[in-house]
């Protein structure tokens, strides 16, 4: 195997080397970096055509074909035409400046967005009648996933009992390093890797050297998870770190799974990183190869570039797959619970908030020493059983005190320990410090053969590993780690006991050692909790609305579980149990809804992209399953709300039958992008025809969304939205309004009737505002019921008279 790596290396190599040569004078000049040419749709339908056009560009940039195929790095051909090429600044601006170019700018990067899901939002297979079993579980659906690659031994990809590929896949399997077409079948049914972007822009990656693997095979095995999630076959009895899993599938368990691996590792800085016009190319050809669904799980941070500015790849490249007719699913990000974060957020994209699920591992900690148990402390709340003094004297001598962490812990109990709090006691030249990550700075004195408590600021897992690492080293025991209520969770290595408390319930354990002079504790092994009463919240990590480019356009829109979400991984990752791992962010949610996107297109293969976002987002659940409040973690929790998860957590039965639907085609897609202000040329070579946009333009809060959001109320504004029917043709709906606290909202007409003839209706809603003030967003709905079905949109409204107050002062 050794040498079969170095051979593909040494290959792989020289090729790399062979196509670096005809630039590399042209470097010694001026420097050469990979720049994306985007010409907007495509002019013909010969890929060859179009892309020897492309090389018709460059020879008269570069002077000679040989320098064109030498600089050529993709052509994008099949979703739409332009192309990436190594070139200097001084040639970028010069073919800049051609009439038929809409864009060129630098490569730039996109960073990874990173059992139990499926029963909890009612999609269990045991029904008979259900969205999966209607579908035949998406079996004609295939799920394109751009990500880091797959593991294909993995049992989630078995194609047992699934028919023939789709006639419409027009894909196949790239052969690279320990890659070939024998390890796709009929579930795993394509998969490409990208590289060429990425070369170019990191000299130094060494493939001889580097842990990747130069093929579509997957090294962290984010690509393998995230495909799992979205369309992995069933695997029965799996368990991780021996808690309880069940059964492992994805949302669409016999839909086809097409990988495109477009990110890879730099073994240098330890970081996984996509090249924008890698996954361009990912894209263009996804879109060849007859791809219902595309599935990413990555994107950018703010601030963002335009929704038709190439530099936001993934915008570009969903426009012309949503043209298509392909639903583009995309990672909401992972910068919460902070405002203003949130990333993909094209009106044609549906973008995804993260929850979490109900379930969680309670791990008791007991400390005392065992003679009289006076305090249970569960869930936040200290409850006196025996007072012996005042009420606010629970902490007393002798006592023994039973509270749930949150851990992954499975080995022994341990039991009574010795339970210190590294401080200064006031009169010691030692250096201490009762902060996670500077656990190492104490003596190994202080720790060893106890259990040490720390606190941390950070919400990263690092810190998390890294008091384990520093209590383990000193030859302690156990560490509490007391952080944030809404950090991730992840098990330690070596099954070492890590525990993880909120702050409070780790100040409680604070003052315990503070008020005896041995402190002990008592771990014992973690249980799995489902179902009541464990509640459903928006994930802190999860990022938040508003829009920070377009604030009119409602985003996220919709939310799934994304938190401790276990799904198939590589082997050779560090924390897999059995090529099975539970990772958490908005790339675990986003596999949820393109699961559910598949079997929704299996359903109603006429629907358009549009329609089937809203379908979903209308029959969102804006409680959890159970009917209780969806919170939103943060600095403080709160009632979620359309920011938070859009227009709620997803509910696929529900979805299959929405009534209604907020569709959109290309024509209102131009209205949006005239809205906004991009220029008429830009728009026509982006959609291919000459457009023109209208004076006075067109209003943005006209698009045709399932929400309404108005981020700059002065006075009233009248806007429109077209509902169309799919529900029974002769239906009566009737309009029910929760308005935003002091926003009057009126609705014309207020009752809408459809029949055989009449299937599209619009209606227009009246928004004034009784404020007198700046004020921040308030939240309401608009619901359209005909007692079957509840048609629901969310309503947001910020009212901003500011600038009426300067124009009459």
């Given at each position: 195997m050794t040498n079969y790596r170095t051979l593909i290396f040494v290959v792989l190599s020289l090729i790399i080397f062979l196509n670096g040569q005809s630039?590399?004078?042209?470097?010694?000049?001026?420097?050469?970096?990979?720049?994306?040419?985007?010409?907007?749709?495509?002019?013909?339908?010969?890929?060859?055509?179009?892309?020897?056009?492309h090389h018709q560009m460059l020879c008269s940039l570069l002077g000679s074909k040989e320098d064109a195929h030498g600089s050529m790095v993709y052509s994008y051909r099949h979703g739409f035409s332009g192309f990436a090429a190594k070139l200097t600044k001084s040639q970028a601006k010069k073919i800049a400046n051609l009439p038929e170019v809409v864009?060129?700018?630098?490569?730039?990067?996109?960073?990874?967005?990173?059992?139990?899901t499926w029963d909890y939002?009612?999609?269990?297979?045991?029904?008979?009648?259900?969205?999966?079993n209607e579908t035949n579980m998406g079996e004609q659906i295939i799920i394109g996933i751009i990500d880091t690659g797959v593991w294909p031994e993995s049992e989630v990809f078995n194609d047992d009992g699934i028919g023939s590929v789709p006639s419409h896949w027009k894909g196949g399997c790239q052969s690279g390093e320990m890659f070939n077409s024998s390890h796709c079948n009929k579930k795993l049914i394509g998969a490409k890797y990208f590289i060429n972007g990425f070369l170019e822009e990191n000299k130094s990656f060494n493939s001889k050297e580097s842990l990747d693997f130069i093929s579509p095979r997957d090294l962290n095995g984010h690509g393998t998870h995230v495909a799992t999630i979205a369309a992995g076959s069933y695997v029965q009895d799996i368990s991780y770190k021996g808690l309880s899993g069940g059964t492992v599938r994805g949302g669409a368990p016999r839909a086809r799974i097409a990988m495109y691996k477009g990110?890879?590792?730099?073994?240098?800085?330890?970081?996984?990183?996509?090249?924008?016009?890698?996954?361009?190319?990912?894209?263009?050809?996804?879109?060849?190869?007859?791809?219902?669904?595309?599935?990413?799980?990555?994107?950018?941070?703010?601030?963002?570039?335009?929704?038709?500015?190439?530099?936001?790849?993934?915008?570009?490249?969903?426009?012309?797959?949503?043209?298509?007719?392909?639903?583009?699913?995309?990672?909401?990000?992972?910068?919460?619970?902070?405002?203003?974060?949130?990333?993909?957020?094209?009106?044609?994209?549906?973008?995804?908030?993260?929850?979490?699920?109900?379930?969680?591992?309670?791990?008791?900690?007991t400390l005392g020493n065992n003679k009289v148990i006076l305090v249970t402390i569960l869930q936040g709340q200290i409850i006196c059983l025996l007072r012996k003094y005042s009420d606010d004297m629970c902490l007393i001598l002798s006592l023994v005190i039973i509270l749930q962490g949150q851990a992954m812990y499975t080995g022994p109990e341990l039991g009574f320990t010795s339970l210190v709090y590294p401080e200064d006691p006031g009169n010691s030249n030692e250096t201490f410090s009762g902060t996670c990550?500077?656990?190492?700075?104490?003596?190994?004195?202080?720790?060893?053969?106890?259990?040490?408590?720390?606190?941390?600021?950070?919400?990263?897992?690092?810190?998390?590993?890294?008091?384990?690492?520093?209590?383990?080293?000193?030859?302690?025991?156990?560490?509490?780690?007391?952080?944030?209520?809404?950090?991730?969770?992840e098990p330690c290595l070596d099954d070492f006991p890590c525990v993880s408390v909120d702050y409070e319930l780790g100040t409680n354990i604070l003052l315990y050692i503070r008020s005896t002079g041995s402190p002990v504790l008592k771990i014992q092994p973690s249980t799995t909790l489902v179902g009541q009463p464990v509640g459903t919240k928006?994930?802190?990590?999860?990022?938040?609305?508003?829009?920070?480019?377009?604030?009119?356009?409602?985003?996220?829109?919709?939310?799934?579980?994304?938190?401790?979400?276990?799904?198939?991984?590589?082997?050779?990752?560090?924390?897999?149990?059995?090529?099975?791992?539970?990772?958490?962010?908005?790339?675990?949610?986003?596999?949820?809804?393109?699961?559910?996107?598949a079997l929704l297109k299996a359903l109603h293969p006429d629907w358009s992209p549009a329609a089937i976002r809203s379908a979903i987002v209308t029959t969102a659940w804006r409680t959890d399953p159970f009917g209780e409040q969806i919170d939103a973690e943060g600095s403080s929790r709160k009632l979620?709300?359309?920011?938070?998860?859009?227009?709620?957590?997803?509910?696929?039965?529900?979805?299959?039958?929405?009534?209604?639907?907020?569709?959109?085609?290309?024509?209102?897609?131009?209205?949006?992008?005239?809205?906004?202000?991009?220029?008429?040329?830009?728009?026509?070579?982006?959609v291919g025809e000459r457009t023109t946009c209208s004076n006075p333009r067109p209003s943005v809060l006209d698009l045709n969304l399932p929400s309404i959001t108005i981020p700059d109320l002065k006075e009233e504004v009248t806007l429109t939205r077209t509902v169309t029917n799919v529900g029974p043709p002769s239906s009566v709906y009737k309009?029910?309004?929760?308005?935003?606290?002091?926003?009057?909202?009126?609705?014309?007409?207020?009752?809408?009737?459809?029949?055989?003839?009449?299937?599209?209706?619009?209606?227009?809603?009246?928004?004034?505002?009784?404020?007198?003030?700046?004020?921040?967003?308030?939240?309401?709905s608009l619901t359209w019921s005909d007692s079957v079905h509840d048609v629901i949109i969310p309503l947001s409204v910020r009212t901003q008279i500011l600038q009426n107050y300067y124009d009459e002062n």
């Amino acid at each position: 195997m050794t040498n079969y790596r170095t051979l593909i290396f040494v290959v792989l190599s020289l090729i790399i080397f062979l196509n670096g040569q005809s630039i590399f004078v042209a470097r010694a000049v001026a420097e050469s970096k990979v720049h994306i040419v985007y010409l907007g749709q495509k002019q013909h339908d010969d890929p060859e055509f179009v892309t020897e056009s492309h090389h018709q560009m460059l020879c008269s940039l570069l002077g000679s074909k040989e320098d064109a195929h030498g600089s050529m790095v993709y052509s994008y051909r099949h979703g739409f035409s332009g192309f990436a090429a190594k070139l200097t600044k001084s040639q970028a601006k010069k073919i800049a400046n051609l009439p038929e170019v809409v864009h060129v700018i630098p490569d730039s990067f996109y960073k990874l967005k990173t059992t139990r899901t499926w029963d909890y939002l009612g999609l269990s297979a045991s029904s008979p009648k259900n969205l999966l079993n209607e579908t035949n579980m998406g079996e004609q659906i295939i799920i394109g996933i751009i990500d880091t690659g797959v593991w294909p031994e993995s049992e989630v990809f078995n194609d047992d009992g699934i028919g023939s590929v789709p006639s419409h896949w027009k894909g196949g399997c790239q052969s690279g390093e320990m890659f070939n077409s024998s390890h796709c079948n009929k579930k795993l049914i394509g998969a490409k890797y990208f590289i060429n972007g990425f070369l170019e822009e990191n000299k130094s990656f060494n493939s001889k050297e580097s842990l990747d693997f130069i093929s579509p095979r997957d090294l962290n095995g984010h690509g393998t998870h995230v495909a799992t999630i979205a369309a992995g076959s069933y695997v029965q009895d799996i368990s991780y770190k021996g808690l309880s899993g069940g059964t492992v599938r994805g949302g669409a368990p016999r839909a086809r799974i097409a990988m495109y691996k477009g990110c890879w590792y730099l073994d240098d800085l330890d970081i996984t990183t996509c090249s924008s016009a890698d996954i361009l190319k990912a894209m263009d050809e996804a879109i060849h190869d007859g791809v219902d669904v595309l599935s990413l799980s990555l994107g950018s941070v703010v601030p963002l570039h335009g929704e038709i500015d190439i530099r936001d790849g993934i915008s570009t490249g969903a426009f012309h797959a949503v043209l298509k007719g392909i639903t583009v699913v995309c990672a909401g990000g992972n910068s919460g619970p902070e405002a203003q974060t949130v990333t993909n957020t094209a009106p044609w994209i549906v973008t995804v908030a993260a929850t979490t699920l109900d379930r969680s591992f309670p791990t008791p900690i007991t400390l005392g020493n065992n003679k009289v148990i006076l305090v249970t402390i569960l869930q936040g709340q200290i409850i006196c059983l025996l007072r012996k003094y005042s009420d606010d004297m629970c902490l007393i001598l002798s006592l023994v005190i039973i509270l749930q962490g949150q851990a992954m812990y499975t080995g022994p109990e341990l039991g009574f320990t010795s339970l210190v709090y590294p401080e200064d006691p006031g009169n010691s030249n030692e250096t201490f410090s009762g902060t996670c990550e500077d656990l190492s700075l104490n003596s190994n004195d202080t720790m060893v053969g106890k259990v040490v408590l720390c606190f941390t600021a950070s919400s990263s897992s690092g810190s998390v590993s890294s008091a384990a690492g520093s209590v383990k080293k000193a030859g302690g025991l156990a560490v509490i780690i007391a952080r944030h209520p809404g950090s991730d969770l992840e098990p330690c290595l070596d099954d070492f006991p890590c525990v993880s408390v909120d702050y409070e319930l780790g100040t409680n354990i604070l003052l315990y050692i503070r008020s005896t002079g041995s402190p002990v504790l008592k771990i014992q092994p973690s249980t799995t909790l489902v179902g009541q009463p464990v509640g459903t919240k928006v994930a802190s990590f999860s990022s938040r609305g508003p829009n920070s480019i377009a604030p009119a356009i409602l985003k996220p829109d919709i939310a799934a579980p994304g938190a401790s979400i276990l799904a198939a991984t590589t082997t050779n990752t560090t924390l897999n149990d059995g090529g099975f791992i539970m990772l958490s962010g908005t790339s675990m949610a986003a596999p949820v809804i393109s699961g559910v996107v598949a079997l929704l297109k299996a359903l109603h293969p006429d629907w358009s992209p549009a329609a089937i976002r809203s379908a979903i987002v209308t029959t969102a659940w804006r409680t959890d399953p159970f009917g209780e409040q969806i919170d939103a973690e943060g600095s403080s929790r709160k009632l979620a709300d359309p920011f938070d998860y859009g227009g709620g957590l997803v509910n696929p039965e529900k979805a299959v039958k929405p009534g209604l639907v907020y569709d959109l085609d290309l024509e209102d897609y131009v209205l949006y992008m005239c809205s906004v202000g991009y220029n008429d040329s830009s728009i026509s070579q982006l959609v291919g025809e000459r457009t023109t946009c209208s004076n006075p333009r067109p209003s943005v809060l006209d698009l045709n969304l399932p929400s309404i959001t108005i981020p700059d109320l002065k006075e009233e504004v009248t806007l429109t939205r077209t509902v169309t029917n799919v529900g029974p043709p002769s239906s009566v709906y009737k309009v029910k309004v929760e308005p935003p606290l002091g926003v009057q909202v009126t609705v014309m007409p207020n009752k809408l009737v459809f029949n055989s003839k009449t299937k599209k209706l619009s209606y227009h809603v009246r928004v004034s505002t009784r404020h007198k003030i700046n004020t921040g967003f308030y939240f309401g709905s608009l619901t359209w019921s005909d007692s079957v079905h509840d048609v629901i949109i969310p309503l947001s409204v910020r009212t901003q008279i500011l600038q009426n107050y300067y124009d009459e002062n």
